[in-house]
């Protein structure tokens, strides 16, 4: 079963038309070549290589040569970050390109490591490059495939996961992908980081899913330097994995909670981490809220998209907000994720919104009804809570 993804296809096809070279970054597994290859099949002559083949890296050689030989035809560079050095010679190709006249649709990359790391890399191409991310499948897209909401929040949405014939197929899946980034990617990012020792880590985030950095308490359960942390963090940033996300900062007369706070960015990856195999075992787990919690603020921060800034904030006094949503600088939208099916806003929340002077105040719980509560509140599910977030923050160039 393949599952239509019918904003990134347009978003793909749009930043194609307007620019040479786009680079479409992802976690693994997560659908890139898919959507690649169903793009190539409309585009004649699309020429796709695949970095991880060595009989195709081999045709990249004499790089220039070669892609130099494809010229009016779109080429698609399958795990491009395994090249780095490709980088330099694509800016020449596009820049004699142009003086021929070819503006658009030239290369597409697709890379499996971070946004901010494919930027470093790929720094010579600035004004002929556009990003897109491309995030597992989102609730919009699942309900569009009668896929339940706790079915994706179980299984997470990975497609090969989401769409297994059992939970047992898809649980095994998840452990497969666990393991296989432990042996092949750790090495290829961080050849000097012990895969053993970044599985533990990676569990123990999955276990304190959404908590406080604590970067001494964790390299006191690892048995390593507090700075190593830092560097395990970033590792699974780069590989999209995991979200550092920052605690909102402004310059209020506060005392603010300085630390970030890391969640796993799946939520399958949290239960397979965890050994969740069933919807039962997880509502019995002590994880369930946090895991809840972590699916629900993936979700509306990938549905905000990327031209603002995600935060959550908390005092010392005990005002907190789970998500601020900030554009053009000013917080926007302020977010508070319950399990109950019946939310309420706790206290905190109300004088944390009166700190920031956010008006869109959201509560997202687990129950099946959107309605007003006190306090200028709207309790919402998850799917109203997309669509709403997506209309507060409607830009003036959306479709």
């Known amino acids: ?30 659908g890139k070549t898919t959507l690649a290859r169903k793009l190539a099949d409309r585009v004649q002559g699309t020429i796709y290589l695949d970095l991880e083949r060595v009989g195709d890296r081999r045709k990249l050689e004499d790089a220039e040569a070669f892609l130099q030989a494809q010229a009016g035809h779109l080429t698609v560079l399958d795990e491009v970050q395994r090249l780095p050095a490709l980088f330099a010679e694509l800016r020449g190709i596009v820049d004699d390109r142009r003086v021929g006249g070819e503006r658009s649709m030239q290369f597409l990359l697709l890379g499996s490591a971070s946004l901010d790391l494919i930027q470093q890399v790929s720094e010579t191409l600035a004004g002929r490059i556009i990003y897109l991310e491309m995030p597992p499948i989102s609730a919009e897209e699942a309900e569009a ?21 059992t939970d047992e197929d898809s649980y095994l899946w998840r452990q497969a992908f666990v393991r296989s980034y432990l042996e092949r990617d750790v090495p290829m990012f961080a050849p000097r980081m012990p895969a053993a020792t970044i599985g533990r880590f990676w569990t123990m985030l999955a276990n304190g899913q959404g908590n406080t950095l604590n970067s001494a308490r964790l390299a006191q359960g690892l048995g390593v330097s507090a700075p190593m942390i830092g560097r395990y963090i970033d590792l699974l940033v780069d590989l999209m994995l995991v979200r550092r996300l920052q605690p909102w900062s402004g310059n209020l007369a506060k005392r603010l909670v300085k630390s970030p706070k890391i969640y796993v960015r799946d939520s399958g990856l949290v239960h397979a981490l ?33 031209d603002v800034a995600p935060f959550y904030y908390r005092t010392a ?18 977010i508070e994720v319950k399990r109950a099916s019946a939310p309420q806003a706790e206290r905190g929340f109300f004088v944390a919104c009166d700190d920031l002077g956010i008006e ?5 719980g687990a129950g099946a009804e959107d309605y007003p509560a006190k306090g200028g509140v709207k309790v919402r599910t998850l799917l109203s809570a997309v669509s709403e977030v997506r209309e507060i923050l409607r830009s003036p160039f959306a479709a």
């Open 274 to 306: 965890l050994e969740i195999g069933t919807l039962h075992q997880l509502l019995g787990h002590p994880v369930v809220g946090p895991s809840w919690e972590g699916f629900v603020l993936e979700t509306l921060i990938v549905a905000a998209g990327p």
């Open 1 to 30: 079963m393949i599952i239509p993804r019918p904003s990134i296809e347009t978003a793909l096809e749009r930043a194609l038309a307007r620019a040479p070279v786009v680079a479409l970054i992802g976690a693994r597994q997560v």
């Open 145 to 165: 495939a009668s896929i339940s909401i706790d079915e994706l929040w179980l299984r997470g949405g990975f497609p090969d996961s989401l769409t297994a014939v």
């Open 317 to 334: 006094d005990g005002a907190e907000i789970d998500l601020v949503i900030e554009q053009a600088g000013k917080p926007k939208v302020a």
């Open 360 to 364: 869109n105040r959201i509560v997202v």
